[in-house]
C-alpha cells in the first residue's frame, strides 16, 4: 500500500521475507478481491509484458460473496446486484505458487498509480467512513506497528488520500461513497 510515487521498504522488504498480502494458498483465489473494468485496462499493457492476462474471471462464488458483504457491511442489495451469484467477476491473474503476477523479489512492480485500489488501500479499509487497519499474519507492516497512526506514518500517508482512494474503488466498481464527510 503506498499512496505516493515510490515504493514503501518495508513492503519490498515483505516481498522478500514474508508470505505477503500479494500471494495467496494456491486454491484460494475465490478470495482474491475484484478488480473493475477501469483497474484491468490500466493492467492490462503492463501484464503483456508477462505473457499472462493481468485479470481472469472467477465466478462470484457463495465464499467470494461473503467475504465482499463483510468489507461492506450494510450493502447487501447494491453488493447482490453487482456481483449476482450466478455471473463472474475479474480478480488478479496469480502464479502457480500464488503470487500476484505483478509481484517480484522488490514487491509490485506496478507504478503506484497503475495498481488496484484495494493494492493501494492495504492494509487499510474504512467502514462507514471509520478507518480501520485490516490484521493479517501475512502482512510485515502490520506485523511491526501496534497501531493506525504508526502505520499512517510508515507508509507516509494519511485518512484522507486513504478516503480517496477509497471512493475511488466505490466509484470503480459502480458503488458510491458509504456516508457524507465533514468538509
Given amino acids: 500500500m503506498n499512496t505516493q510515487a515510490e515504493p514503501v521498504d518495508i513492503c519490498a522488504h515483505c516481498a522478500d521475507t514474508y508470505p505477503t498480502c500479494c500471494r495467496i494458498i494456491p486454491g484460494m483465489e475465490a478470495s ?8 484491468r485496462s490500466q493492467l492490462e499493457p503492463h501484464a503483456l509484458k508477462t505473457g499472462i492476462p493481468a485479470c481472469v474471471k472467477e465466478p462470484n462464488s457463495e465464499g467470494f460473496l461473503r467475504a465482499v458483504h463483510k468489507l461492506f457491511p450494510g450493502r447487501r442489495e447494491e ?8 455471473d463472474t467477476h475479474f480478480r488478479l491473474s496469480v502464479t502457480i505458487d500464488g503470487s500476484c503476477i505483478f509481484l517480484d523479489q522488490n514487491g509490485c512492480v506496478l507504478p503506484v498509480e497503475h495498481r488496484p485500489y484495494y493494492c493501494r488501500l492495504y492494509p487499510f479499509w474504512f ?3 471509520k478507518l480501520f487497519t485490516l490484521t493479517s499474519p501475512e502482512c ?13 506514518a510508515l507508509f507516509n500517508t494519511d485518512p484522507s488520500a486513504l478516503r480517496a482512494l477509497h471512493d475511488s474503488l466505490l466509484t470503480a466498481w459502480g458503488l458510491f461513497a458509504d456516508e457524507p ?3
Avoid at 453488493?79 to 450466478?86: G, H, M, Y
Avoid at 510485515?140 to 499512517?152: E, H
Fill in 140 to 152: 510485515l507492516a502490520v506485523n511491526t506497528c501496534s497501531s493506525t497512526p504508526g502505520l499512517l
Fill in 79 to 86: 453488493i447482490q446486484k453487482l456481483f449476482p451469484s450466478w
Fill in 181 to 183: 464527510r465533514q468538509k
Fill in 127 to 129: 467502514i462507514h467512513s
Fill in 32 to 39: 482474491c478481491i475484484p478488480i473493475s473494468p477501469k483497474e
